[in-house]
């Protein structure tokens, strides 16, 4: 059985600071401990969600990770905690309070953990700050959302962070949140099945069109669910490209096709046709295990369907691991 490092995990602390009650406004989220094993996430009065206690509980991760022979994992905060909407000082707080958590994590278990941080994208000196302390304190990456404050992530001042990101050689994970269009598709679940990979998407042309990946090619990306509705729809995101350079081809003369196997993206498709077709893209070194353990919406058999496709045990020990190494720029042992 082929080491598995599932590369795309959410964990949160099981005690959170009351950090409305800190900075004097609401916004924040905080956990109630309702019953043995189960918290709920709270805004303020308003509840968003109940998680278990393996959404914190580092051994009961490990045990059932076991179930599905993976070994390590890479952990990030969960998206709602980003908090860029925040004053940036206050935005820094919870992020330096999430990262030594997870700091924490990796220095206790080594062998099962690789931490990615948050930082407050919304400043980038402190931003950048706390990108050189995220290093300094051992972990690999850092987790950011598809937009800012619905400012894309082509906009000049994510420059600076990304050209930090290039020069530290911190690895970066892009993440759907806030997703367009939320209040107009709240019914059916639709911001987490159709808003979701229109955000990432919507992160992924951002940077091509945006010159990001020209300006820093050394930047390691990898971007959740499998680039979301990118990748299906890369023959009409080119198509527009040709046809209408005055309006996408403004800021990179570049063909956006050119740019697949310069990425990474994780498995999570839920469908052996679509990875197929998602290998086929972006190529067999540049497709990463995840799960988005431990959230329903996940692969919660951690590629197991991968190992019933039939592809080559070299193909597989990529996705399962090598390729995460490659993108986290770490060594395994």
Known sequence: ????????????????????EKFGYDGFIHLEHHKPGFARMMKGEQFFREIEANCWDAQLRI????????????????????????????????????????????????????????????????????LERCKMIGLAGIQIGSNINDRNLNEPEFQPIFEAC????????????????????????LPWLVGMPAETARAICSMIFGGVFERFP???????????????????????YNCRPDLVAIDNPVNPRDYLGKF??????HDPVMLRYVIEMVGEDKVTLGSDYPFPLGDLDIGAFIEAMGLP????????????????????T
Request: hydrophobic fraction near 45%; proline fraction near 6%; glycine fraction near 6%.
């Open 218 to 240: 050394g930047l390691r990306v990898c971007f959740a669910h499998a680039g979301g509705s990118f990748l299906p729809t890369i023959g009409r995101i080119e198509h527009g």
């Open 1 to 20: 059985m082929p080491l598995k490092i599932d590369m795309h995990t959410h964990i949160i602390p099981k005690e959170m600071p009351r950090f409305a």
């Open 63 to 130: 045990e059932e990770y076991a179930t599905h022979h993976t070994r390590m994992q890479v952990v990030c905060t969960i998206p709602v905690l980003f908090s860029y909407w925040a004053k940036p000082h206050d935005t820094l707080a919870v992020s330096e309070f999430l990262n030594d958590d997870i700091a924490r994590l990796v220095a206790d278990y080594p062998q099962h953990y690789i931490g990615l941080g948050t930082l407050p994208m919304q400043e980038a000196t402190l931003a950048i700050r706390e």
């Open 166 to 189: 290039q020069s530290l050689g911190m690895a970066v994970f892009v993440h759907p949140w806030n997703m367009m269009g939320t209040k107009h598709i709240e019914k059916y679940w």
């Open 264 to 269: 990474w993206v994780d498995c999570i498709t």
């Open 313 to 332: 045990d070299a193909t597989i020990e990529k996705i399962f691991w090598q390729n995460t190494a490659d993108w986290l720029g770490i060594s395994i």
